[in-house]
Each structure stands twice: as C-alpha cells, then as structure tokens.
C-alpha cells in the first residue's frame, strides 16, 4: 500500500511557525477524521502529538496544533524551539482496520 | 504507567522466521478499548505498520506483507507476539510494539524498539 506523501524536510527559526503537510486519498485522510502526528529524536521510539486531527494528549505543548481541508493534513508548531528538531511522521485510518503511515518530515530548527 | 517492552533475537537468518514478544506492564492486555500493535523502521526510512490484535486474538495486517505476519496473544503473560516468516534483507528495521486506540487508530504507547537484523 502506498505511503501518505510527506515533504521530506522543513526549517523554521526559533520564534517562527511551521507548517507540515500529509497528502492521502478519498480513502484515507479525506475520508476519516483519524489523522495522527509523531515526533521522533534520533535513537528514539516515536512520540503521539497530535491524534483525531486535531487533539493534543495530555503533556503536549498547545504550540503543536494539527488540521484538516480534504486529502490534506497539517501539522503546525508554532513558537519553534530547538528541542521540537525531530522528525516527524503523520498516520491515517484507511479503512478495513489499515494503517498508513507518511515517509516522515525532518525539521530543522536554524 | 502503562510501559511495553519488545524482546527476541537481534539477528535472523534469510528465509527463516521473525519471532518478536511484546511484554506489557502497569496494565492489562484484556480490553476491548484498545489494540496491540506492531510498527517497523528500516534504517533511515519511515514507518510501517505491520498489523494489530485484540486481546480476543482478532487480528488485521498491512496487505503489503502479503500474509508473511502473524500476531497471537497470551493474555496469562501480559504479552503479545509478532511472526514473520521467510525473511529477506528488507525485512532489516526496528520494530516497535505499541498500543493502539481501538476507536480512532492511533499508537498511544510505544516500547522502546528493538532492532533486527536479516543477515547470513
């Protein structure tokens, strides 16, 4: 099964915002409201940011906000810091119990 | 505190099978709110997820393994297990156990990774 599409690398200052996309399909992401985000250190098991588009669970920063317009999800954190340098990955219901995941985003905090 | 551990050989060789155990604790595995999953991670790439199992023994799969993976559960150890069988070098990663929300697919908890290598 195909990956959700993902740019491979994003950068922002520290203060700044960015924004991270994850393009599926009317069979996936723009169908189900079961859109998750994980951030990952180098090393390290990957971390549940955002889960149903746009929930945080309990502990993470609100500066993580995550979205939604058709077959198009986003994760955005604002006021960068440098310890958010992570990758990260998005990951979607595809129905029939499936789950896809992105190739993941490398952000870069300059 | 909910925590997972993954546990089995580092090294496997080609052809054979992939047997990994993911031991659960600070919780039980006997819950219809939940899955229990496993993830993969070759090196440097993405994830992928591999398949998931109620505590019932009810299992689904990523297609692309092409029925290889299987996933059981022992719910008197707290643990469930994940098979692959007639592995080849791409089969190479860290594979990661997880819980999983049984309502909206998300991996809540994660063990720590283990990693294994397909090599003769």
């Known amino acids: 099964q195909s990956a959700l599409a993902q740019p491979p690398s994003a950068s922002g200052s520290p203060g700044q915002s960015v924004t991270i996309s994850c393009t599926g399909t009317s069979g996936d992401v723009g169908v189900y409201n079961f859109v998750s985000w994980y951030q990952q250190h180098p090393g390290k098991a990957p971390k549940l940011m955002i889960y149903?588009?746009?929930k945080r669970p309990s502990g993470v920063p609100d500066r993580f906000s995550g979205s939604k317009s058709g077959n198009t999800a986003s994760l955005t954190v604002s006021g960068l810091q440098t310890e958010d340098e992570a990758d990260y990955f998005c990951s979607s219901y595809a129905g029939r119990n499936n789950v896809k995941f992105g190739g993941g985003t490398k952000l870069t905090v300059l | 505190q909910l925590q997972l551990q993954e546990s089995g050989p580092g090294l496997v060789k080609p052809s054979e099978t992939l047997s990994l155990t993911c031991t659960v604790s600070g919780g039980s595995i006997n819950t219809l709110t939940y899955y229990w999953g496993w993830i993969r991670q070759p090196p440097g790439k993405g994830l992928e997820w591999i398949g998931s199992?109620?505590?019932?023994?009810?299992?689904s799969f990523n297609p692309s393994l092409k029925s290889r993976a299987t996933i059981s559960v022992d719910t008197s150890k707290n643990q469930f297990s994940l098979k692959v069988t007639s592995v080849t070098a791409t089969d190479t990663a860290v594979y990661y156990c997880?819980?999983?929300?049984?309502?909206?697919?998300?991996?809540?908890?994660w063990g720590e990774g283990t990693t294994v290598t397909v090599s003769s």
């Open positions: 997880a819980r999983q929300s049984a309502y909206s697919y998300y991996m809540e908890v």
């Open positions: 199992c109620l505590y019932s023994g009810s299992t």
């Open positions: 149903e588009v746009d």
